[in-house]
Structures are given as C-alpha cells and as structure tokens.
C-alpha cells in the first residue's frame, strides 16, 4: 500500500508549508534501503547539501529580521531626535543585511529547485518478461463501427463543420465518434483496466506535486481569471483554489490537463493509497492541438500501469505494447512500431515505443509522421518526486509506472475525412 503523509495529516501535526522546499526526508532517512545508481547517489548528496543550506540561509535571515525589528520598535517608540545615530545606522546596517539574505537565499532555494527537477531516471537494465495472455475480442475492424454507408457521409460537407474558431463534427462521423470511443472503452476492460475519470482543471501547485517539470508548461493551456476576492482577505487564503504564487495576487490560476495523464494518475495513487499492482485507464477530453490542427480539443484514451517493482513494471510495458498492436490490428489500421531514441524521450521515461502510422489507405497523412499510439516506462522517476511510496518492516517501495496513449480519437477522424 501506498501510505505517503497526506496534506491533511501533515496540517494537523503542523508540518504543511506550502511555499517551503520540496520534501526530500524519505530519501534522507532511507537512504540505505534504496537501490540506486552511482549517479543518482551523487544527485541525492548534492541534493542534500543544497536543503542544508536553505535550511541555514533560513535560520539566518530569521535571526536578522528578529534583531531587525527590535531596533525598529525602539526607533517607533522613542522621539526621533533622542534617537543615537549609533542605533540609526546599526538599524540601517541590519535592514541591509534581511535584504541581501533574502536574495542570497532565493539564490539557494532556485539551486535546489534545479537540483530537485534534474535528478536522473533510474534506467533498469533487467531482461524483458512477459507471462501475461492476450484477451479474446469478438468485435471486427473498423468498418464494423461505422453507421450504414460512412465512408460516402464522412466525404460530405455536412460531416465536418467549422464556424469561424468553432469546429465540431455531426451526424455519421459524431456517430463514428462515438462509437470508437465504445470500442476503446470495451478494449480497455476487457485487459482489466478500471477506468477513472480525471480531473481537467488543476492548480499550479498541485501540477508540481505529481512531479511535472515546469519547463513542460509550454504545451499546456492556461486559464487565469480575476477573483472577487483579495490578497488580504481570510477567505481567499484559506480556499484550496487560491494561489499565491501567480502574478497577480488575487487571481485564480488553472492548468486545462485533461484524462489520465500519467502524472495526475500518479498524484492520484498517493491520496487514495491504492494497492499495487494497479491498472487504471481514461478516455476523455485532452486539450491540445490535433493532428490537422483544426481543434484544440479531442477525445483521447490513455492508460497507466503500477507496480511495486522494476521487473513488473518491465513485464508491464512488454504486455502493453502487445495489447496497442492488437487493438490497431483489431481495427485494420497498418501501424508500425518505433523504438524511441534517447535524445527523442521525455524527461521521466526510461524508454518508449511509438506506433506509427503505415497504412496506405492514409497516403495524404504519411508525408509526415503519424503517430498513433505511445507506450513508456518510467519506473519510479515520478513517484520519487510526489512521495508514493510504501513502507514495510525492512524495505522503502516506490511505484514504479508503465503509461500510454492508445488512441486520439479526432485525430484519426480527421483522416478518415
């Protein structure tokens, strides 16, 4: 079970600071029952070494702000002209000192920051093991989902709609629509994946805790609106949707995420504590651009495994990767799978493999590159940072997560049209 400290229980023992470092104590305290590459322990020191530092630079600026503000109070509680020009300049002298702490110590906490969110992927170099057996399907291709004479109805003018910024589908193709969204969801189920319906709007803060770097903010919407409530009211600093960190001090910032992404699922483990090993799945809106660029938004079904250990987690991403080519099989679409290159991975995946479109009913889309479907692991990188993790009498477990996007589905519609 994942059993990490939740924020209501961190509250209640006074231990939340919500503007204070990242929390690396598990790493520190269990340090020894990790198995970690000689890269990642040099990471982890230095990582260690920077929150001490912080954690100085803290303890120094509180001082001077305390004999700060003694000299303060004397200077407002005493006439001026009785004032000494000695207590005057030790008074300016310690203000300068609070101001060139505070810098000094945003210096540090930005070093640790970078430290924190440049910590290596653990890479497993475990042989591969699949026992898992395909299941059984009795729905055909996809011609079988389409209503009656689609083919000549998805070339109609009437199919695809577009209205200025408003695009939209109707009639056959909607019916189309939905009906590979049925498919999916049954596909899914049929594998035992328990589906979730994820949240699409998410704070700041709560982007950060799954472990999303903020150098990958610049493919995701953001919403920022004007709140009736101000900086200095309680109400507004004890609402959860608050944020205090943005620009403007009495806006409300949000995040357009969308289904299961791999991190929210992981963020999503830790509050709930599910058992492991788990196999959770959603199909729903993503908001990014589709593949012809005609909508920011699109129906996308993606899909997350998570285990306690390296060698489950490799089994996993074997099995999925066999289930993608089955359900790309199973709906007569010619896809090629690519492994994906180290340059070409993302920050927390160990490794990956992209499902590209080869078929060549779809000439007009292989100019370029097509990618249908993605499947990546990324052992425990993404648990480490938001702390899921299980604690029995000798060992520290993380999670360890298989992810990927089976199908976007507006995407292929704008294909087939």
């Known amino acids: 079970m994942c059993n990490a400290p939740t924020r209501a229980v961190l509250e209640a023992k006074g231990e939340w600071l919500a503007d204070t470092v990242p929390d690396i104590t598990l790493i520190k305290h269990h340090s020894d029952k990790l198995t970690e590459s000689l890269i990642q322990r040099i990471h982890v020191n230095n990582l260690e070494d920077a929150d001490q530092m912080v954690e100085s630079l803290k303890e120094t600026l509180t001082e001077y702000e ?11 509680a005493a006439k001026t002209p009785n004032i000494s020009s000695k207590s005057k300049l030790e008074y300016y002298e310690l203000k300068s000192a609070v101001k060139a702490a505070k810098s000094t110590l945003d210096a540090s906490y930005d070093e640790f920051i970078n430290l924190y969110n440049s910590m290596p992927n653990i890479i497993s170099n475990a042989q591969h093991s699949s026992n898992y057996k395909s299941a059984d399907s009795k729905i055909p291709g996809l011609d079988s989902l389409a209503p009656p004479a689609i083919p000549n109805s998805l070339k109609s003018d009437d199919a695809h709609q577009e209205n200025f910024n408003l695009n939209y589908v109707i009639g056959d193709k909607a019916l189309l629509e939905l009906n590979i969204c049925d498919f999916t969801n049954d596909f899914l189920e049929e594998y035992k994946f328990l589906p979730v319906a994820a949240t699409s709007f998410l704070r700041t803060e709560a982007l950060q805790q799954m472990g999303l770097m903020m150098n990958s903010f610049y493919d995701i919407y953001t919403l920022q609106t004007k709140s009736e409530l101000h900086a200095n009211d309680t109400r507004a600093l004890q609402s959860d949707n608050y944020t205090r960190k943005e620009k403007f001090e009495d806006s409300h910032v949000f995040h357009l995420q969308g289904v299961c992404e791999a991190l929210l699922v992981a963020m999503f483990i830790r509050t709930k504590c599910q058992a492991l090993p788990m196999q959770i799945y959603s199909l729903g809106s993503q908001y990014r651009m589709t593949h012809t660029g005609k909508s920011m938004q699109s129906k996308v079904a993606q899909f997350l495994n998570a285990s306690s250990t390296e060698t489950e987690a490799d089994s996993c991403y074997e099995y999925n990767i066999q289930m993608v080519d089955r359900f790309w099989s199973m709906l007569n679409i010619k896809a090629t799978k690519r492994l994906v290159p180290a340059y070409e991975l993302k920050q927390h995946e160990a490794a990956a493999v992209e499902f590209i479109l080869s078929d060549e009913r779809f000439q007009q889309n292989l100019k370029n590159i097509v990618v249908l479907s993605r499947v990546c692991i990324s052992y425990d990188f993404i648990s480490r940072r938001i702390m899921a993790y299980s604690i029995s009498s000798e060992d520290v ?16 519609l704008d294909m087939l049209a």
């Open 66 to 76: 305390n004999n700060r503000d003694v000299y303060q109070n004397l200077l407002q």
């Open 397 to 412: 477990s993380f999670c360890h997560f298989v992810s990927g996007e089976l199908i976007d589905v507006n995407s292929l």
